[in-house]
């Protein structure tokens, strides 16, 4: 079965630290392009952070330093480490894989939500 499955998600407060983690089934994980997006409610999805399957990483300017995206593909998992969080961080978090050649595919998580709020 093909899924991501994000998790993590939870209540902080502004400065503190959020660790989510996303793990693939039923994708070639390891040659897979991966990133973590995010939609606050009433806007459009972002791009949060992306890491390439060569290990080549970008980042949205709002949370360069702030964040770090990472990869296992011994463990077919992605994680987004958050420091520093801040209230306009509070989103909806999704883990993605793609690949452009083939075997193509755009698989998507559900989703994590994640409020900054004291």
Do not use: H
């Not at 996303?22 to 999805?45: E, H, L, M, N, T």
């Not at 995206?69 to 011994?74: E, M």
């Not at 909806?92 to 075997?103: G, Q």
């Amino acid at each position: 079965q093909v899924q991501l499955v994000e998790s993590g998600g939870d209540l902080v407060q502004p400065g503190g630290s959020l660790r989510l983690s996303c793990a693939a089934s039923g994708i070639p994980f390891s040659i897979s392009d991966v990133g973590w997006y995010r939609q606050a409610p009433g806007k459009q999805r972002e791009l949060v952070a992306a890491l390439t399957r060569g290990f080549i990483t970008t980042y949205a300017d709002s949370v360069k330093g702030r964040f770090t995206i990472s990869r296992d593909n011994g463990k077919n998992t992605m994680d987004l480490q958050m420091n520093s969080l801040k209230p306009e961080d509070t989103a909806t978090y999704y883990c993605n894989a793609r690949r452009d050649a083939l075997p193509r595919y755009d698989v998507w998580g559900q989703g994590t939500e994640v409020t900054v709020s004291s």
